[in-house]
């Protein structure tokens, strides 16, 4: 994608050789700034703060920081110990483990003077194939936005809503569920988004507002207990999320609030997609409430706010009483009843093991 004219990915080698840029999305969207990468360490704190967030992008980080492992101890123990040390950063996201496992798989039986380039090729190739992934499920999902305009009225702007921030800040390019977006706008298709805030992080309003402004999407950021209020006043034609873990059933685990806005979706008849990138659908897993790990993030992401003063400058402050207590669940299970259907990269199919299982035999 592109910032002030010039094209971005999330993550990319560094010239040097031996460390890894990435850009620092806990700044945005009051300031673009990049960071370098030299550790292992720095790696996982990147994930583990959310300098990188998001599945694929978190997986691809996850795979430049066993290169920046190796290349300090290329030894099995320090191939065994970068692996739980990144596994450890964020559990719900299943991207993370599809990533290192791998990895491992192939580095292991690699002698340790081949391990740190074969890993830094093997990173690579995971962004790429990210890249791929995202543009394929763009595609996928373009018809179906094409198909719900050509119900309106001509001319009339196609309205959908979206959580969270499943853009190209949460991959490595082009985004999941903004894929389909970006096509249709960049082929002259009007369309609109809502974007809810998505507290607590607020990475809707904070990352996929600061992408589509850039991009010059049309789009509107809402709060987001305003989402239901659209829907039913007929403002949203369709609801496209991202997903952190679909299990083979076809349950949905992606940022807290995600449920909500599927059940608002299913009492007013307006169509539910998932952009689900194969490697973040988990088929060893069916019962996605039971089975998935749902990451407790820190209370203090609800009690305080960061934003910027008319000012100028920046400030943290506290909205919640002092010694309330609060809790921060990162994610919530949309079960598969509520999806209309999976956008992936090799087609949509219904959030049913019958339709996973279709598109994806090899997998089974």
């Known amino acids: 994608m592109n910032i002030h004219g010039q094209p971005w990915r999330t ?12 850009i620092d999305q806990t700044r945005l969207p009051h300031e673009f700034a990049v960071l370098t990468l030299r550790s292992l360490a720095d790696a996982a704190h990147a994930i583990q703060s959310m300098q990188v967030r998001g ?56 002698p340790s003077a081949q391990r ?16 791929a992934i995202n543009r394929a499920i763009g595609e996928a999902g373009l018809p179906l936005l094409r198909a719900l305009a050509a119900q309106k009225k001509s001319g009339a702007r196609l309205n959908l809503l979206t959580h969270c921030n499943a853009g190209w ?9 903004t894929a389909p977006i970006y096509l249709a706008h960049d082929s002259g298709l009007p369309v609109h988004v809502w974007v809810d805030e998505t507290r607590p992080r607020n990475q809707g309003a904070s990352l996929t507002a600061w992408e589509l402004l850039n991009h010059g999407v049309p789009h509107t950021v809402i709060v987001d207990n305003a989402g239901g209020h659209y829907l039913q006043h007929g403002e949203v034609d369709v609801v496209i999320v991202g997903t952190d873990r679909v299990t083979a059933h076809g349950d949905v685990c992606n940022k807290i609030g995600t449920y909500l806005k599927a059940l608002a979706a299913h009492d007013n008849g307006i169509p539910f997609y998932v952009a689900a990138p194969s490697p973040s659908i988990d088929f060893s897993i069916r019962d996605g409430l039971r089975e998935i790990p749902i990451e407790e993030r ?24 002092d ?27 219904p959030a049913t093991a019958a339709g996973l299982a279709q598109l994806f035999p090899d997998r089974q």
């Open 323 to 349: 010694g309330s207590p609060a809790r921060n669940p990162g994610f919530d299970v949309t079960p598969a009843r509520l999806v209309t259907g999976l956008i992936t990269e090799r087609g949509v199919c």
């Open 298 to 321: 820190s209370p203090r992401e609800v009690t305080h706010l960061t934003g910027r003063l008319d000012t100028g400058g920046l400030a943290t402050i506290r909205v919640t009483p």
């Open 116 to 131: 740190a380039a074969a890993a830094r090729a093997l990173a690579a190739e995971i962004c790429d194939e990210d890249v």
């Open 11 to 22: 993550i990319w080698p560094e010239t040097d050789g031996e460390s890894v840029g990435i």
């Open 169 to 177: 800040l949460a991959t490595v390019d082009r985004g999941t569920a």
């Open 55 to 110: 599945a694929p992008l978190i997986g691809a980080t996850a795979g430049y920081g066993l290169w920046l492992a190796l290349r300090a101890d290329p030894s099995d123990t320090g191939l065994a110990h970068a692996h739980a040390l990144l596994l450890e950063t964020r559990p719900t996201a299943i991207n993370l483990r599809w990533a290192l496992d791998r990895c491992r798989a192939h580095l292991a039986p690699l």
